[in-house]
């Protein structure tokens, strides 16, 4: 079965760095698209960026110019490397796979909290 686990969250100050990870099983990450989504305190949860089964990278734009998405096919891992992070940056993030109707599948998430 399908199984994405989330890393690498944590208490950050503004203006920090955190790198989150997307540990993959039963499904290869080069063949796929995976996307990020956050979900803030009090918000919905919205889409972050994506890398797609070529490669693409594709961040939304309000954090395109901070954040980064890339992956290691040889570790089946995806990563999202956030730089000058802020306190409006603080939520859950989660990795997702949308594999068809019916097959969609989330990991546990990773908390980021960004505060001075």
């Known amino acids: 079965q399908v199984q994405l686990v989330e890393s690498g969250g944590g208490l950050e100050q503004p203006g920090g760095s955190l790198r989150l990870s997307c540990a993959a099983s039963?499904?290869?990450?080069?063949?796929?698209?995976i996307n990020w989504y956050r979900q803030g305190p009090g918000k919905q949860r919205d889409w972050v960026a994506m890398?797609?089964?070529?490669?693409?990278?594709i961040v939304e734009d309000s954090v395109k110019d901070r954040f980064t998405i890339s992956r290691d096919n040889a570790k089946n891992t995806v990563y999202l490397q956030m730089n000058s992070l802020r306190l409006g940056d603080t939520a859950v993030y989660y990795c997702?796979?949308?594999?068809?109707?019916?097959?969609?599948?989330w990991g546990q998430g990773t908390q980021v909290t960004v505060s001075s």
């Open positions: 039963g499904i290869i990450i080069g063949d796929n698209t």
């Open positions: 997702h796979y949308f594999a068809g109707p019916g097959y969609e599948y």
């Open positions: 890398i797609t089964r070529d490669g693409t990278p």
